[in-house]
């Protein structure tokens, strides 16, 4: 339950984030979901090298609700980078655009 409602804000960020720049809304709300998936899978991968290379953390023996907790930070901060890395590029990128009024047409 707790991975839903998780995955549902990191949706809605991403949606919001995309919908403020004038992209694709889904595409980005599904790519926040897919970050976090990448980020606990890279978890994952760290975790099982820390109990190769480190006797006393024995990752065998573990529940997979102790597995899935230890998991969610690397999702999330997998997730705030993409999400960063997207509002800064988007913020560097955009271009104030001139409004220009019927009237100010001809006034150069």
Known sequence: ??????IYFIGKYFYKL?????????????????????GAFLGGIILGLI???WEDFDIEYMSDMQLGLMAIPFGVLMCVGVYSL?????TKNQKEEEVVSIDDIGKS
Do not use: R
């Open 18 to 38: 995309a919908e403020e720049f004038g992209k694709n809304k889904w595409g980005f709300a599904i790519l926040g979901v897919v970050s976090y998936y990448a």
């Open 86 to 90: 997207l509002k800064k590029i988007w």
């Open 51 to 53: 109990s190769i290379f």
């Open 1 to 6: 339950m707790l991975g839903l409602v998780l």
